[in-house]
């Protein structure tokens, strides 16, 4: 048959396209400070001792590297304080969730997750051949867990609790979420998306750690992408019992975590609390901001408890994302929807309040 080419998966058909945040720098004037607020990075780059790290692993990248992670999983069981053989890392948290769906879920069977929330969720589960089920978050932008126990039923094989949720930065509370796990089947696999989990000051917020261990079906997903600020070294790793983390070391990318990137990690582990000191200024910048907002008079703005906030701008969310650039900070707009804007330097926080106070009621 010609042009036939080879024949794909159906599956892929259809499949959106994960957008990244778009780069700093373009549409503001000569001259104009442009800043990157659209993918939640850390704006600080990594400390003297983690680029030594990395650089001295780069000396070596005509070798693989050590395909276990040992020295991290080793480093990472001591801070968690749960046994190395519940740590399974991956190629940041993504590939992780991704391992997860290759371990439990294809044809004919269901993913529930709430949404909006992680736009990579619909895009893995899509890949795995699986059908997504989205429950719409409450009024007031967080999960509606009584909906998503109703929307479990002998299909489902994975639900995504995304906490703080990307991009509108409500918690889980541990209480709820443990009344949301007695409702759910024991076969299906609760994962619990904690990327943001270092920005959070909310006491009564979910720790998952604490959850996993009474809970065989419950997978905790971490990252060092964000407050570790090491989204380019692409690692991160998830905490669930035995036997889905031996599901995980089986659907491994073989050598997928650069030497680097462990290396990296490893250090930004021992540096945890100059990093965290960093941390604690991006969450007063957080409040600084949402009380700036709540100032200007915007109505039903999450108190996120992420690196970013949330404004339901609804059919003005083009307007708004589009003067953002022009005053020379890059939001990230979900057409008809919102915008999320990362958390940043304080001149950059600066300029997207003064376009806030602009748009507000
Ligand atoms: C950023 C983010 C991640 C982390 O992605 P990496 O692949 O680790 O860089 C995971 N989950 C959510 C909800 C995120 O926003």
Redo the contacts with the bound molecule.
Sequence with gaps: MEGAGPRLREALKGIPAYKPGRPAGGSGGAGTPSFKLS??ENPYPPLPGVLDAAVAAAGEANRYPDMACAALIAELSGTLGVPESHIATG???????QQLLQATAGPGDEVVYAWR??E?YPIITQISGARSVRVPLRPDESHDLDAMAAAVNERTRLVFL?TP??PTGNVLRREEIEGFLDRVPRDVLVVL?E??LEFIRDKEAVDGIEIYRERPNVAV?R????AYGL?GL???YAVAQEPVATALRQTAVPFGVSQLAQDAAIVSLRSREALLERVEALVAERERVLDALAAQGWPGVPRSQ?NFVWLRLGERTAAFAAACAEAGVVVRPFEGEGVRVSIAERPANDIFLEVASRFAA
């Design positions: 993918s939640n190629t940041g948290s993504v590939g992780v969730a929330s992680f990579a995304c949720n990307n998306d990327a943001y997903l990252t060092f992408s964000k989204a692409r690692v991160g992420a």
